[in-house]
């Protein structure tokens, strides 16, 4: 195989591993390619700081650590407890000059809501109900995907899972087929099990994030939290461990979705990507299947910027296969400040946030921030009874009463 011929065969891949998100998650919205914005002469720059109270950071040396067992215990790490008064966090807002920014942003701007979406019809409440009655009679499911395995009481941080929100996700990406629906939603289930999504820790994965090839940072207008992917910074071999890391910081990114909001923003930069850090075609598709099956309907927003000519001609090849609802979703060498806002959008993305990646500042902020927002919403559930079915409108804080106190209304 020449040279030009792997190179080729690596950027397919890459951009396979990268459309995989764009296929798999899913709403809509509105052109100049990655430049830094002028400073505007005289004005200070300005970091607006936003203090949060969090505990001990996680250790930042992923060298020795190892893969983690999926507890059944009450030590499980989805079910960790935060003391919220032992340390106090400073993290940005925004920033408009070149201050120096090397941690996650503490929360959306003000201005930047979360769409509406439709209320649902009868039809569809009616469909909502009937997997709702067949989810809360699970009892125990599978220990893993593997055939004949064995099975095991359902555990709280599952039930917690299956929200309101998530079975209408369900039932959407399934075009409103409950037994589908229901399938699906097991087999999430059991996957999230056997593959240790809620147990992966930050030690474990520390290492494949060392030099900031995936970032969590800011939220887009409709106030969705911003995931970058930068394969230029990849530095590691291709391993299991790398899709862990996707998965991991995917999850990382819903823990920061404000009240309201379901889906994310993706910002792919393909800047000084070289030959040999994209990814394989077998994790394409592994990366594929996974988003697809086990994180429907969570695509709000891709925006791609300096697309190399090969991906270019990739995307022209599969654009007429893209189903219209992705494609309004993916936006390519526009200007994204119109997506994003400036102050909370990177310099390199023509923004105003001077961010430099530090492993040793932003992966213990990033994780003390996401631990902070998994507790406060745990704790709102357990609160509100533990209830499958919960409203993650209240869970994550915003204005809605828990489910119980509106059925006592009905």
């Known amino acids: 195989m020449t040279k030009d011929t792997e190179f080729i065969k690596r950027r397919v891949a ?111 409440l009616k469909k909502y109900e ?11 499911i599978p220990e893993s995907t593997a055939k004949g395995a064995k099975k095991s009481p359902i555990r709280e941080y599952e039930r917690m899972f299956l ?33 240790g999504t809620d147990s992966f820790t930050a030690d474990y994965i520390s290492i494949e994030n060392e030099t900031g090839k995936q970032v969590v940072l800011g939220w887009d207008i409709h106030a969705r939290p911003v995931c970058y992917l930068r394969p230029s910074k990849q530095n590691t071999e291709k391993s299991d461990r790398q899709i862990e890391h996707l998965v991991y910081m995917l999850e990382r990114t819903i ?36 988003l697809q099956n086990h994180y429907p309907e969570r695509l709000g927003r891709a925006l791609v910027g300096n697309v190399p000519w090969v991906i270019w001609g990739f995307f022209k090849m599969i654009t007429p296969f893209i189903d219209p609802v992705t494609k309004e979703k993916i936006k390519f060498n526009e200007d994204f400040s119109k997506y994003v806002p400036r102050d909370q959008l990177m310099k390199d993305a023509n923004g105003n946030v001077n961010f430099q990646y530090d492993h040793a500042a932003y992966w213990p902020a990033l994780n003390k921030l996401a631990e902070m927002k998994r507790t406060a919403y ?29 059925e006592t209304e009905h």
Not at 132 to 140: I, N, R
Not at 174 to 188: C, F, I, S
Not at 398 to 406: H, K, N
Request: proline share 8%.
């Open 255 to 290: 823990d920061l979705m404000p009240p309201g909001q379901e889906t994310l923003a993706l910002l792919i930069n393909f800047a000084e990507t070289k030959s040999g850090q994209g990814a394989t075609v077998a994790q394409g598709r592994q990366t594929l299947n996974i």
């Open 163 to 195: 929200t309101r929100e998530c079975l209408f996700r369900y039932l959407r990406a399934t075009t409103w087929k409950v037994d589908q629906a229901e399938t699906r939603l097991l087999n999430t289930l059991i996957w999230r099990r056997g593959y």
């Open 14 to 124: 890459l951009i396979t591993l990268q459309q995989s998100y764009l296929y798999a998650m899913n709403r809509q919205d509105s052109g100049d390619v990655f430049k830094t914005p002028p400073q505007v002469p005289g004005e200070a720059p300005v970091l607006a700081i936003e203090s949060l109270s969090l505990n001990q950071p996680p250790q930042v040396d992923g060298s020795s650590a190892s893969k983690p067992i999926t507890s059944n215990g009450a030590d499980h790490p989805a079910l960790k407890r935060v003391d919220t008064h032992t340390a106090d966090l400073k993290l940005p807002i925004s920033s408009n000059g070149a201050a120096v920014v090397n941690t996650p942003l503490a929360k959306p701007l003000d201005d930047a809501k979360p769409l509406e979406r439709p209320s649902p019809t009868a039809d569809q």
């Open 378 to 406: 745990r704790e709102r559930w357990e609160a509100a009874g533990k209830r499958i079915g919960e409203y993650e409108l209240y869970l994550r804080g915003g204005d809605q009463r828990p489910l119980a106190e509106v």
């Open 130 to 140: 009937t997997l709702l009655a067949s989810v809360s009679k699970w009892t125990e």
